[in-house]
């Protein structure tokens, strides 16, 4: 029976060159994120023989195309997995010495798109969210992958000498979505709603004595971790008012914080049309100043299961036990197999 085994595959330019690569492989990064932050990796290779600054030194706009497979990793019966990390484009190539090391470094967001780096100028009125953001996808050569139950309808929405991915950025945050590229994919999604899955994984402080639930992954080789709670500047309610200078009547609406007995009240005001449109703005501005409340890092042996946008259960750290989304996850291969996560509390119905 094979022992516990990470085996990377890569591919350049689409072609498979794990074997070429293998005798060189010190070590593999992979940063996995919810949203807001392009994935990357980053490849550390042995450069004694001087290939990467000679014959073997990357091309300009090429892909790195990665996977691993691990065999019997979590226990002897397990086989053979596969945890697909997506596509890159190469992003930089930087090299040291001593030891002698070249380091490849690449990105989700493709290299061979105007996604970045070039400027537009241009403007949409009275459209959908969805019909802005498949405009800037097409541009981009890219694919949408357009995940929120919510379709905003946008009066006028501009895009003044900015890149197309820091144009889009900024809408999906002005109308409370998150945004994540990921093999030549465009994907804008509400966060509320990826909050809202039932966990599959329990994360288990070490030593701690637990009831086992079927269906239910328990996470207990856990080799550290670090708390973190905010206790200024977090609110039970949100306030908000505007005077609509058309109809000259007050529009307002406030949404409270359904686990939170006592605390401050967020008073916004902003330009809005309607009641609907108040109490959506109510949400997106409370989410804003209490998402950070609660969160923690955790590091532990690695685990495919591990990534950005799965809910986990945390048991075992007295008030920071709950439900909690992964924002980062980050996998190392090198000295063995390692996984880091960063996470954050769930909040309750907005």
């Known amino acids: 029976m094979l022992p516990r085994q990470i085996v990377p595959v890569i591919k350049y330019n689409g072609k498979d060159i794990s074997s070429d690569l293998s005798p060189f492989l010190e070590s593999i990064s992979y940063t996995d994120n919810l949203s807001g932050y392009a994935d990357d990796i980053s490849i550390n290779l042995d450069d004694r023989r001087g290939l990467w600054e000679g014959d073997w030194f990357p091309d300009r706009g090429a892909t790195l195309e990665v996977s691993l497979i691990s065999r019997n990793w979590g226990s002897l019966l397990e086989g053979t997995r596969e945890l697909k990390i997506g596509m890159f484009a190469l992003d930089s190539i930087d ?4 030891p002698r090391v070249m380091e490849l470094k690449g990105t989700s967001v493709p290299e061979n798109n105007n996604l970045r780096g070039v400027e537009r100028t241009k403007s949409w009125e009275k459209a959908e969210m969805k019909t802005i953001a498949s405009d800037v996808t097409k541009g981009a050569g890219m694919e949408l992958v357009y995940d929120c139950s919510d379709n905003p309808s946008i009066d006028r929405a501009e895009q003044t000498e900015q890149s197309d991915l820091s144009f889009l ?3 999906c945050e002005d109308q409370g979505m998150a945004l994540k590229i990921c093999n030549n994919q465009i994907v804008i999604f509400d966060e509320t709603d990826y909050e ?8 288990v402080r070490p030593g701690m004595a637990y009831i086992v639930q079927k269906d239910m992954t328990y996470i207990t080789n856990i080799t550290g971790y670090r708390l973190h709670a905010v206790t200024r500047d977090i609110y039970k309610a949100c306030h908000v008012q505007c005077n609509d ?10 949404f409270m914080d359904p686990s939170k007995s006592e605390g401050k009240t967020l008073q916004v005001k902003e330009q809005i049309k309607s009641i609907a449109e108040a109490e959506r703005l109510a949400k997106k501005k409370l989410r804003e100043k209490n998402r950070e409340e609660v969160t923690m890092t955790v590091d532990t042996m690695g685990n495919f299961a591990l990534l950005a946008s799965e809910t986990v259960n ?3 750290f007295g008030k920071f036990d709950g439900k909690y989304i992964i924002v980062t996850a980050k996998h190392e291969i090198g000295n063995g197999y390692t996984t880091s996560i960063d996470l954050r509390r769930c909040l309750n119905g907005y």
């Open 196 to 203: 809202k899955k039932e966990p599959k994984i329990t994360i």
């Open 314 to 316: 945390v048991l075992g």
């Open 245 to 254: 200078t058309d109809s000259g009547s007050n529009i307002e609406a406030t």
């Open 169 to 171: 950025l900024k809408l």
């Open 95 to 98: 090299g040291s010495s001593p």
